[in-house]
């Protein structure tokens, strides 16, 4: 989904915010030597450099040692729009035929996972992208390269494997429309649009999805995936000479295709009435939801929409809060956009709990959003907004992965550059341009909510059209880019070489300084609260005086604490957050205060009650939320009031209500300190400075109560099957379980965590999605999951999954089936390989992200250990052999103790049963 509602270049970075914003490093210069043949240079911005083959391929080269990782991206022009009718959903679902192997290439998800690689593909309205992030080397980038060249134009796209796909993508479709707020959208598009493509959602309809024919796919394959309709991004740590060259001879040696791309002219016309709209379906939640035409993402006007959205929306900021959530109206606001190449639209909306209500909201919603042009923006609204922009764009850009995938986005605008502008753009914009534009757009009949009615001077919008690409560039100017940063070694012998340990009063401190792009810096604390005995009985109290802390202190109001954390750059919570080398030590204080001086105001605290009460009595009816409550209630060992026990819903819903705001002040005073703590700090900054003040803010705070680890104990538990209704819900949800006597320091833990990378935790080519995504196309997504005690035996053994209520049963033989095999005939030596390499490879780009870094640190420090188990431990992984393998998951898997919870719509299940539900493929 793109997401209108913030600048050009934001709004490409929001849309890869899934990626981390951790990465720093130094970018290094363009390829020096000679271009190769028929290759040409074109346009650099900010260390990105664009290059052009002779077959129309854009290449863009981002080098950079952030850190010890690349990223190649693949971004092919053509998205939801291009399908024509009867055809909707099919750029999806090539999507994924394009996993399913290409010439050279049969086995494409099998030699992700034995590489370790990071992958997805995503599919939106203007394009389609592929991007793999992989451990630096140049054996993994000329695999990656010469991959994505074979599938551009090699790949099967077969009839045999668009069968066994169709259930995954009909299953993805379903858990699509268990979720109310995306089939509200998706109602929102086809309502508000009468002839553009942008009407239809991109996973598409569910007919088109069952019945497209394998000659259409492979057109549309042959049409769009061209060299001159993609452009190929690499950005990380590589050569950038060689990696040119390497693009050259492997994506050049591709014919420039001779075909002509289809051409689109429909436009829009303007909506000459408001329009209503209703879904009903079972829940526990009400939606209200206004809808507005916008202009398309190249035009000024959507920079500007983007302010508008965030004054309305911002959360605690923004007016629909104030207005709505904060009367106790609401219990949730939001504003966001839907648009791209061509106009789309802009939606606002409110959560309501069942049975209050809506009317109200509905036209106090409208009156706020439609009243906005005569209440222009104030000063600290502009700036708020502004600075919440800049912040984000400037933490984009110190992370050449989060780049790299955002650029997806403005490709599919028409030039990548067009990130860049989007950031120039907010320093310009002014009150009186918001106004200007909500004035245009948020009108009434320009709206979809309402009912139509005749009107004899009807107030339409008319969307301009989006200017020439190269009218926006025209005057851009591009600068240099002075973000600097040192290639760090994630090795655990650099890693304890570079790191500072000492306690400071009693925090235990790990300092790891280092350079960073955009003087990044990363903070770990962990905390430690009460025991078993003195947590006993408390409810919601604890988890509620958590959630209470951010809401005021005795200095700030909810709004100046959102406000202070934007002034300092502070990304994150109280105790995992990142900010920079010039604002850390004001950070540490500002984290302090608030930890210490916590406000409570009352107001606040029966708005964070009704937003709790809101949440939970929506997962009610939600499979996955109802299938593991069951489970975890099945596995319960401890007595109603103690923290491990298992709530049910009832229970949660009885605590929150019961909860007083005078508990959470005691709960503050008795069980809130620093003493003990430890604390990780990695990133640009000055240890010998920050040192002291660590101590002198967290050193000596230490709470009344007692403090000692809780620890679990284990169980054998008996075996449960059982499966539970969840009505009008598309799609179900599996678990199992069963217990581990199991500590992360037993011989057999390595084997076991190998084991269960083959077996359900390695992606798409584990045993267990291979069988049930791959071959027998029953599930979206699972997989298996190992725990282990730390500091005590309580392990267990996992396995989830998504899959229509139809075929929850079959998901259920064939998890056994694999669990049998397993046990029966082994893994084998090449798995065994694969997931060494896989593991290894995983748990060493962890180890670049600084956020993890720090959080590795702390909670080794709490066990009284360092980066050096972590490294006994890689050994002791890579020293497993086969038959420790086998032996280890044969000695610690019975399937007969395995208990199983299924939850989905029983209607569903029945009739499916009855009409002989979805053969395999």
Same mark, same amino acid.
């Given at each position: 989904?793109?997401?209108?509602?913030?600048?050009?270049?934001?709004?490409?970075?929001?849309?890869?915010?899934?990626?981390?914003?951790?990465?720093?490093?130094?970018?290094?210069?363009?390829?020096?030597?000679?271009?190769?043949?028929?290759?040409?240079?074109?346009?650099?911005?900010?260390?990105?450099? +664009?290059?052009?083959?002779?077959?129309?391929?854009?290449?863009?080269?981002?080098?950079?040692?952030?850190?010890?990782?690349?990223?190649?991206?693949?971004?092919?022009?053509?998205?939801?729009?291009?399908?024509?009718?009867?055809?909707?959903?099919?750029?999806?679902?090539?999507?994924?035929?394009?996993?399913?192997?290409?010439?050279?290439?049969?086995?494409?998800?099998?030699?992700?996972?034995?590489?370790?690689?990071?992958?997805?593909?995503?599919?939106?309205?203007?394009?389609?992208?592929?991007?793999?992030?992989?451990?630096?080397?140049?054996?993994?980038? &000329?695999?990656?390269?010469?991959?994505?060249?074979?599938?551009?134009?090699?790949?099967?796209?077969?009839?045999?494997?668009?069968?066994?796909?169709?259930?995954?993508?009909?299953?993805?479709?379903?858990?699509?429309?268990?979720?109310?707020?995306?089939?509200?959208?998706?109602?929102?598009?086809?309502?508000?649009?009468?002839?553009?493509?942008?009407?239809?959602?991109?996973?598409?309809?569910?007919?088109?999805?069952?019945?497209?024919?394998?000659?259409?796919?492979?057109?549309?394959?042959?049409?769009?995936?061209?060299?001159?309709?993609?452009?190929?991004?690499?950005?990380?740590?590589?050569?950038?000479?060689?990696?040119?060259?390497?693009?050259?001879?492997?994506?050049?040696?591709?014919?420039?295709?001779?075909?002509?791309?289809?051409?689109?002219?429909?436009?829009?016309?303007?909506?000459?009435?408001?329009?209503?709209?209703?879904?009903?379906?079972?829940?526990?939640?009400?939606?209200?939801?206004?809808?507005?035409?916008?202009?398309?993402?190249?035009?000024?006007?959507?920079?500007?929409?983007?302010?508008?959205? =965030?004054?309305?929306?911002?959360?605690?900021?923004?007016?629909?809060?104030?207005?709505?959530?904060?009367?106790?109206?609401?219990?949730?606001?939001?504003?966001?956009?839907?648009?791209?190449?061509?106009?789309?639209?802009? /939606?606002?909306?409110?959560?309501?709990?069942?049975?209050?209500?809506?009317?109200?909201?509905?036209?106090?919603?409208?009156?706020?959003?439609?009243? @906005?042009?005569?209440?222009?923006?104030?000063?600290?609204?502009?700036?708020?907004?502004?600075?919440?922009?800049?912040?984000?764009?400037?933490?984009?850009?110190?992370?050449?992965?989060?780049?790299?995938? =955002?650029?997806?986005?403005?490709?599919?605008?028409?030039?990548?550059?067009?990130?860049?502008?989007?950031?120039?753009?907010?320093?310009?914009?002014?009150?009186?341009?918001?106004?200007?534009?909500?004035?245009?757009?948020?009108?009434?009949?320009?709206?979809?909510?309402?009912?139509?009615?005749?009107?004899?001077?009807?107030?339409?919008?008319?969307?301009?059209?989006?200017?020439?690409?190269?009218?926006?560039?025209?005057?851009?100017?591009?600068?240099?880019?002075?973000?600097?940063?040192?290639?760090?070694?994630?090795?655990?012998?650099?890693?304890?070489?570079?790191?500072?340990?000492?306690?400071?009063?009693?925090?235990?401190?790990?300092?790891?300084?280092?350079?960073?792009?955009?003087?990044?810096?990363?903070?770990?604390?962990?905390?430690?609260?009460?025991?078993?005995?003195?947590?006993?009985?408390?409810?919601?109290?604890?988890?509620?005086?958590?959630?209470?802390?951010?809401?005021?202190?005795?200095? @700030?109001?909810?709004?100046?604490?959102?406000?202070?954390?934007?002034?300092?750059?502070?990304?994150?919570?109280?105790? #995992? @957050?990142?900010?920079?080398?010039?604002?850390?030590?004001?950070?540490?204080?500002?984290?302090?205060?608030?930890?210490?001086?916590?406000?409570?105001?009352?107001?606040?605290?029966?708005?964070?009650?009704?937003?709790?009460?809101?949440?939970?009595?929506?997962? %009610?009816?939600?499979?996955?939320?109802?299938?593991?409550?069951?489970?975890?209630? #099945?596995?319960?060992?401890?007595?109603?009031?103690?923290?491990?026990?298992?709530?049910?819903?009832? &229970?949660?819903?009885?605590?929150?209500?019961?909860?007083?705001?005078?508990?959470?002040?005691?709960? #503050?005073?008795?069980? /809130?300190?620093?003493?003990?703590?430890?604390?990780?700090?990695?990133?640009?900054?000055?240890? =010998?400075?920050?040192?002291?003040?660590?101590?002198?803010?967290? !050193?000596?705070?230490?709470?009344?109560?007692?403090?000692?680890?809780?620890?679990?104990?284990?169980?054998?538990?008996?075996?449960?099957?059982?499966?539970?209704?969840?009505?009008?819900? +598309?799609?179900?949800?599996?678990?199992?379980?069963?217990?581990?006597?199991?500590?992360?320091?037993?011989?057999?833990?390595?084997?076991?965590?190998?084991?269960?990378?083959?077996?359900?935790?390695? !992606?798409?080519?584990?045993?267990?999605?291979?069988?049930?995504?791959?071959?027998?196309?029953?599930?979206?997504?699972?997989?298996?999951?190992?725990?282990?005690?730390?500091?005590?035996?309580?392990?267990?053994?996992?396995?989830?999954?998504?899959?229509?209520?139809?075929?929850?049963?079959?998901? &259920?033989?064939?998890?056994?089936?694999?669990?049998?095999?397993?046990?029966?005939?082994?893994?084998?030596?090449?798995?065994?390989?694969?997931?060494?390499?896989?593991?290894?490879?995983?748990?060493?780009?962890?180890?670049?992200?600084?956020?993890?870094?720090?959080?590795?640190?702390?909670?080794?420090?709490?066990?009284?250990?360092?980066?050096?188990?972590?490294?006994?431990?890689?050994?002791?992984?890579?020293?497993?052999?086969?038959?420790?393998?086998?032996?280890?998951?044969?000695?610690?898997?019975?399937?007969?103790?395995?208990?199983?919870?299924?939850?989905?719509?029983?209607?569903?299940?029945?009739?499916?049963?009855?009409?002989?539900? %979805?053969?395999?493929?």
């Amino acid at each position: 989904m793109n997401l209108t509602s913030t600048p050009r270049g934001l709004r490409a970075h929001l849309i890869a915010g899934a990626c981390a914003l951790l990465a720093t490093g130094a970018v290094l210069a363009a390829p020096a030597k000679p271009l190769p043949k028929g290759v040409t240079l074109g346009a650099s911005v900010e260390g990105i450099t +664009e290059y052009r083959l002779a077959n129309g391929l854009k290449v863009l080269l981002f080098p950079d040692t952030s850190r010890p990782t690349v990223t190649v991206n693949v971004t092919y022009l053509v998205g939801s729009r291009h399908e024509n009718y009867g055809e909707t959903g099919m750029a999806h679902l090539l999507e994924h035929l394009l996993f399913k192997g290409s010439r050279k290439n049969p086995d494409i998800t099998r030699q992700f996972a034995d590489r370790g690689m990071d992958f997805n593909g995503t599919t939106s309205l203007d394009r389609t992208n592929y991007y793999e992030v992989f451990q630096a080397s140049p054996a993994n980038l &000329d695999w990656a390269l010469q991959m994505e060249a074979d599938r551009m134009t090699g790949s099967f796209i077969a009839k045999k494997d668009l069968d066994s796909e169709m259930t995954v993508v009909r299953n993805e479709f379903e858990s699509g429309e268990n979720s109310p707020s995306g089939v509200l959208v998706k109602r929102m598009q086809s309502v508000a649009y009468d002839w553009h493509s942008y009407g239809r959602s991109t996973i598409g309809n569910r007919s088109d999805i069952e019945n497209v024919k394998i000659g259409n796919l492979q057109a549309f394959y042959r049409t769009y995936y061209q060299p001159d309709n993609a452009v190929l991004l690499v950005a990380g740590k590589f050569d950038a000479d060689a990696t040119l060259a390497k693009i050259s001879r492997l994506f050049g040696a591709i014919p420039k295709p001779k075909r002509t791309l289809p051409e689109f002219w429909t436009v829009e016309p303007p909506q000459d009435g408001e329009r209503s709209f209703a879904v009903r379906r079972q829940g526990d939640v009400q939606i209200v939801m206004l809808g507005y035409k916008v202009p398309s993402s190249l035009h000024d006007d959507s920079d500007v929409m983007a302010f508008a959205s =965030a004054i309305l929306g911002d959360v605690p900021t923004g007016r629909l809060h104030k207005q709505l959530v904060e009367t106790g109206k609401a219990s949730q606001v939001f504003s966001f956009g839907e648009t791209g190449y061509a106009p789309g639209l802009q /939606y606002v909306g409110a959560v309501v709990k069942k049975g209050e209500p809506l009317e109200p909201v509905r036209a106090a919603l409208t009156e706020t959003v439609e009243s @906005f042009a005569g209440k222009p923006p104030t000063k600290e609204e502009m700036a708020r907004i502004r600075r919440m922009y800049e912040n984000d764009m400037e933490r984009s850009l110190n992370d050449p992965q989060r780049v790299g995938v =955002a650029l997806s986005e403005t490709i599919a605008l028409g030039d990548w550059r067009l990130f860049f502008t989007g950031r120039e753009r907010i320093k310009t914009i002014t009150p009186e341009e918001v106004a200007a534009v909500a004035k245009r757009y948020f009108r009434r009949d320009n709206r979809v909510t309402g009912t139509f009615l005749p009107e004899d001077a009807p107030q339409r919008a008319v969307i301009p059209p989006a200017p020439s690409v190269e009218s926006i560039l025209k005057q851009f100017k591009p600068q240099a880019s002075t973000l600097v940063a040192e290639d760090f070694e994630p090795t655990q012998e650099n890693i304890l070489k570079r790191t500072q340990l000492l306690t400071q009063g009693g925090v235990k401190l790990a300092l790891l300084p280092k350079k960073n792009r955009g003087e990044a810096v990363t903070v770990n604390l962990r905390q430690h609260m009460g025991d078993e005995k003195n947590l006993f009985g408390k409810g919601a109290v604890p988890e509620l005086t958590a959630a209470m802390l951010m809401r005021g202190t005795s200095r @700030f109001t909810r709004e100046q604490l959102a406000d202070e954390f934007d002034r300092l750059k502070i990304a994150g919570g109280l105790t #995992h @957050f990142q900010t920079t080398r010039e604002h850390l030590a004001e950070a540490l204080r500002l984290v302090a205060h608030v930890l210490k001086e916590p406000s409570f105001p009352a107001p606040e605290f029966e708005q964070l009650r009704r937003q709790s009460l809101v949440a939970l009595e929506a997962s %009610r009816a939600e499979p996955q939320a109802v299938a593991a409550r069951a489970l975890a209630r #099945h596995f319960n060992l401890y007595p109603k009031g103690d923290v491990r026990h298992a709530n049910s819903f009832d &229970d949660d819903l009885a605590e929150l209500n019961a909860a007083r705001l005078d508990e959470l002040r005691l709960h #503050h005073r008795e069980f /809130y300190g620093t003493v003990p703590a430890e604390m990780a700090i990695v990133g640009d900054f000055d240890a =010998a400075a920050i040192a002291p003040l660590v101590g002198e803010l967290f !050193g000596a705070w230490k709470a009344p109560a007692n403090v000692a680890p809780i620890l679990r104990r284990h169980a054998e538990i008996a075996p449960l099957k059982t499966t539970l209704d969840t009505p009008d819900k +598309e799609n179900g949800f599996y678990t199992a379980r069963l217990n581990l006597d199991l500590n992360i320091d037993d011989p057999d833990y390595p084997a076991l965590m190998l084991a269960n990378y083959i077996f359900g935790e390695g !992606g798409l080519r584990s045993r267990l999605m291979d069988r049930i995504r791959q071959k027998d196309g029953l599930s979206y997504g699972g997989g298996s999951q190992l725990e282990a005690g730390d500091l005590d035996r309580a392990g267990a053994f996992g396995i989830s999954a998504i899959a229509a209520p139809q075929n929850l049963q079959r998901l &259920d033989g064939a998890v056994r089936a694999e669990l049998a095999r397993a046990l029966k005939d082994g893994f084998t030596a090449v798995e065994l390989a694969g997931a060494k390499s896989g593991l290894m490879q995983q748990r060493q780009q962890t180890r670049a992200d600084d956020g993890a870094l720090a959080a590795g640190w702390t909670s080794y420090l709490y066990r009284n250990r360092t980066y050096e188990w972590s490294r006994q431990f890689e050994a002791k992984l890579m020293a497993v052999t086969l038959a420790q393998l086998n032996a280890a998951f044969r000695k610690a898997i019975d399937p007969s103790t395995l208990s199983v919870v299924m939850a989905g719509d029983q209607d569903k299940a029945r009739a499916g049963a009855a009409a002989g539900a %979805r053969p395999a493929p």
